[in-house]
């Protein structure tokens, strides 16, 4: 049985600023869980693989290996958090 080398988890990309949306009109309810930073179309993850994509456009899986990511890190911020916790509903009414 061949050995699994765990690598470093993906960096962000060095020559990428986050994509700056305003909060209400971008990736409806995708934030960071503790700036709560909303990453745009245009932000990219890195993968242990080396291939380049939007975590959220696959819900955290690479496409070239399939690694599955339980955490990602903010590009904003560069907290780690688990990828579930990106995902919130905005469609909560909080009522005074």
Known sequence: MPATVELEPPKKLPQHAPETQPAHTHNGGIRCPKC??????????????????????????CPQCGKQWLETQCLN??????????YVDETVSFSA
């Open 36 to 61: 709560h930073w909303k990453p745009g179309d245009a932000d990219r993850w890195v993968c242990n693989c080396e291939h380049v994509w939007n975590t959220f456009q696959t819900h955290g899986r």
């Open 77 to 86: 911020c560069g907290e780690w958090s688990p990828h579930e916790a990106w």
